[in-house]
């Protein structure tokens, strides 16, 4: 098992993202929807599922997915909790970012993708996940998204660029990662046919020891 296999089947991080509140640009969002149960949601990197049983609460048909087989038990184990067996059946999926080819193209109304997109281990592998998510989204379908930008530190001892891999960084507890700014992830997205529905933010949070810079954004696909 590798550094970032590791990294996110360890039990205590996964009671530590159980016990997570829902995402506040999430709870935000879900407000534009005025009849949940016509709304098909794909939570991209469910991790142990705290957006995933929201929307379902909210009546939202969702599903979700993550790369790391204890995120996925946990979350199918609280969806199951939220709304019973027969309503979580099938709902969770351990899959990786970069192919989603058991979604037809098109299915989802909306993508939630918060903090996911930079475990990327190569540009290669980003770009592959950008074009699945483009890929299963309606159009006029919304993307919510982050993803960590270059100015992330998170354990004070800095970062380091991989020579000849575009916007790849060592020094991330988990491992490898694709940290892009909001210039290069507009950019991205907009190829593949992704604008903006306001501008996208980057914001700092100081920690305890290093920081954090995430890329947050609103994306509509035309």
């Known amino acids: 098992m590798g550094m970032a296999e590791e990294f996110w089947e360890d039990p205590d991080r996964v009671d530590r993202f159980a016990a997570r509140d829902p995402d506040h640009r999430l709870v935000e969002l879900v407000r534009r929807y005025p009849d949940p149960s016509r709304i098909k949601v794909l939570d991209l990197g469910c991790a142990a599922g705290r957006n995933t049983v929201l929307l379902a609460r909210l ?11 204890a995120m996925v038990e946990r979350t199918a184990e609280r969806l199951r909790a939220a709304v019973g067996e027969q309503a979580a059946s099938g709902r969770v999926r351990l899959a990786r970012m970069d192919d989603l080819s058991f979604c037809p193209a098109a299915a989802f109304d909306l993508v939630v993708a918060l903090g996911v997109h930079h475990a990327a281990r190569s540009r290669a592998e980003w770009d592959r ?3 699945e998510t ?8 919304l993307l919510l998204f982050s993803q960590f930008a270059p100015g992330t530190d998170l354990t004070g001892a800095g970062i380091t660029p991989v020579p000849g891999e575009e916007g790849v960084f060592e020094g991330l507890p988990a491992g490898r990662a694709v940290l892009l700014d909001a210039a290069d992830v507009d950019a ?33 696909r035309v």
Do not use: C, M, W
């Not at 483009?134 to 379908?141: H, M, Q, T």
């Open 59 to 69: 009546g939202f048909q969702v599903h979700a997915l993550d790369a790391s087989r």
């Open 129 to 131: 996940a950008v074009d």
């Open 134 to 141: 483009a890929r299963v989204l309606k159009p006029a379908g």
């Open 188 to 220: 991205a997205f907009a190829l593949r046919g992704l604008i903006p529905e306001a501008p996208t933010r980057t914001v700092v949070v100081e920690l305890e020891v290093g920081r954090r810079a995430s890329v947050n954004g609103l994306y509509r």
